[in-house]
């Protein structure tokens, strides 16, 4: 058993005295990771509630529920932004990948406490599938995002499918890790092409930049 918050704790105080320091962009890319943080750990809350008021079992909330309240924790303070502060695109980009990287740092120390860092080589997988996947999901809802404000008609749509689209990518890939061989190998590869084929999508919003 690991006490999280006290792990939230020791990672946030430098964080947040850091803030004292810092100015613009790095100011704000450090309040996202904190985010992004906090949201990991509400995550974990709602998920184990569920887990244990369903009784699904570790694996099945880890493959049905955790991706659903995970992305959805991811969203909110993105929603809050974009609604609020109607902030530019690049000031989007940066809050998602500071949340999404806040969310995957948090989630694999957490990890690496609960089951142990004998197998460094395993670590280094874990943590880079893991930490590109968290981005790859929550860079989906900036691009929805980006999407609904360039074409309004399809505004809700857009956030609706975007959101959608996360959840069902994190399942997946809860999915082919949770089983070891090649559909493992498959799941831990599948965030790295995506964020390709994301910075492509990107490349071609900005218009080729």
């Given at each position: ?166 959840m069902l990518f994190h399942g997946v890939y809860n999915l ?34």
């Open positions: 058993m690991i006490y999280s918050e006290n792990v939230l704790v020791c990672m946030a105080v430098p964080l947040l005295l850091a803030l004292f320091f810092l100015r613009d962009r790095a100011r704000q890319f450090v309040l996202n990771f904190l985010l992004g943080m906090a949201a990991c750990l509400l995550g974990a809350y709602v998920s184990g509630f569920v887990d244990a008021a369903s009784g699904l079992g570790a694996e099945d909330t880890a493959i049905f529920i955790s991706p659903v309240v995970e992305e959805g924790m991811k969203f909110l303070p993105l929603l809050f932004y974009y609604l609020m502060f109607d902030p530019e695109d690049d000031q989007l980009i940066r809050a998602a990948v500071g949340i999404g990287a806040g969310f995957a740092s948090f989630e694999n120390i957490c990890s690496m406490i609960a089951t142990g860092t004998e197998s460094l080589s395993f670590l280094l997988i874990r943590g880079l599938a893991v930490g590109v996947m968290h981005i790859v999901s929550v860079f989906a809802m900036i691009l929805g995002l980006i999407i609904a404000r360039r074409f309004k008609a399809l505004r809700l749509s857009s956030m609706v499918d975007a959101l959608s689209l996360s082919l890790v949770s089983q070891p061989g090649v559909t493992s190998v498959i799941g831990f590869c599948m965030p790295v092409v995506t964020a390709g084929f994301l910075y492509l999508a990107l490349r071609r919003l900005r218009g080729g930049e």
